[in-house]
């Protein structure tokens, strides 16, 4: 016989949408458990995105998660573009009145996980959720093993927090959401090195060879891609081959001064776009990688999973304590329009940048699109604009919550 227990929203996902959602409702006094699959470790270890929107920031001020990030946090006021031999830089603070801060997820995690533990928030890690059922119903049941057993979780709302291949999406009944995804024929080898950065900011290049960024997680630590084809073996790739590819894809100046050294950690990232509608079925809503994927060009995975997860608390937020529903209702909608707005940016800066076939007209028209971009007034302002992130809204007022 399983053994049930009840709570006010199940979160299913301890990444940092299901830690930020749970410590977003524990200060509203909202009783929450998080359930997640993997251990602490293996979570607080992922190697992930680095660059965080100003509303981001702002949401984890909210949760109080951003003492550490606004101590070690470096901000980027532009990013510079590679093509055609030269290198344009946009300026965000020109154009968008405002940085971006280089933060890695990594540590986002680390600073919810522990902040999370010492407030007492109910996180259960090594826990093998096996579905979901009352979604149409008073009370939804996460059906879960611990330790081996059988257990229930029942309560009011259930947060799916678990990424593309956890078990909330699949939960939803056939034919209720309609799926949009578009699948890259190429990926990223991405190494992370403990050696100085290429450049004081990102850059994106679009090189006759293929896609490479330089990028990085702090002055020490750098973090750098080069395109290649959908399924290769990172493994494949010796450091020195790596190195060497990259130096070929930089402009000069800046491939004479690369840093190299021994890889801390090399992995592959597929380039897909996917996102489901509606974000809710019932008791059940779904939250950052489990709704939507974009390519990691924009820097939009971690930032949208920050902003549904503060659209969701503010939500649910207003039925506790209200009975305020509206948000509820409107949740879905509500976070579609930014989802699709950086699913659009992430797309145009993908399509721009990378190597897409041998025809040379492709490359031209990618010259001819850049130059446009970053040559114009126009141009610098719709790329900072989506770059530093649109605004959060609240669903429950419509306003600007970050």
Not at 76 to 95: E, N, P, S, T
Not at 168 to 193: D, M, N, Q
Not at 358 to 378: C, E, K, S, W
């Amino acid at each position: 016989m399983a053994v049930a227990r009840r709570t006010q929203v199940g979160i299913i996902g301890a990444g940092p949408s299901g830690q930020l959602l749970a410590r977003l409702l524990f200060r509203h006094g909202i009783d929450v458990v998080v359930l997640e699959r993997r251990s602490r470790e293996y979570v607080e270890g992922r190697v992930r995105a680095g660059v965080l929107e100003q509303g981001t920031a702002a949401v984890l001020r909210m949760a109080g998660a951003a003492d550490r990030l606004d101590k070690c946090g470096h901000e980027h006021g532009g990013i510079q573009i590679a093509f055609d031999d030269r290198m344009a830089r946009v300026d965000l603070r020109k154009y968008a009145e405002k940085p971006v801060i280089v933060y890695g997820q990594t540590e986002v995690t680390k600073d919810l996980n522990s902040l999370n533990e010492a407030d007492g928030i109910d996180v259960h890690f090594e826990v093998e959720v096996r579905g979901l059922s009352g979604l149409d119903r008073n009370a939804a049941r996460i059906h879960y093993l611990r330790d081996g057993r059988p257990a229930e979780l029942v309560c009011d709302y259930v947060a799916g927090c678990d990424g593309h291949h956890g078990v909330s999406r699949s939960a939803i009944p056939h034919g209720f959401a309609r799926e949009y995804e578009k699948t890259y024929p190429f990926g990223w080898l991405g190494v992370l090195s403990e050696t100085r950065p290429a450049a004081p900011e990102l850059i994106y290049c679009n090189s006759p060879l293929g896609f490479a960024l330089c990028s990085q997680r702090s002055a020490t630590i750098s973090r750098n891609y080069v395109q290649v084809p959908a399924g290769h073996d990172p493994h494949a790739w010796s450091d020195h081959a790596f190195w060497e590819e990259l130096r070929r894809r930089l402009p000069d100046a800046v491939a004479e001064t690369l840093e190299t050294g021994p890889s801390i950690e090399k992995s592959i990232a597929p380039l897909r776009s996917y996102i489901i509608e509606p974000l809710r079925c019932g008791r059940l809503f779904l939250v950052g990688d489990a709704a939507h994927i974009v390519p990691p060009t924009g820097a939009k995975g971690l930032n949208l999973a920050v902003s549904d997860a503060a659209m969701l608390a503010s939500a649910l937020q207003a039925w506790y304590a209200e009975h305020d529903e509206s948000g509820i209702e409107r949740y879905s909608a509500t976070a579609l329009e930014r989802i699709w707005n950086a699913e659009r940016f992430s797309w145009w800066f993908t399509m721009a940048t990378h190597r897409l076939s041998d025809n040379p007209f492709d490359r031209r028209m990618q010259v001819a699109d850049l130059d446009y971009f970053t040559g114009t007034d126009a141009g610098r302002a719709s790329i900072a604009e989506n770059y530093v992130g649109l605004p959060i809204c609240n669903p429950v007022t419509g306003s600007r919550l970050a």
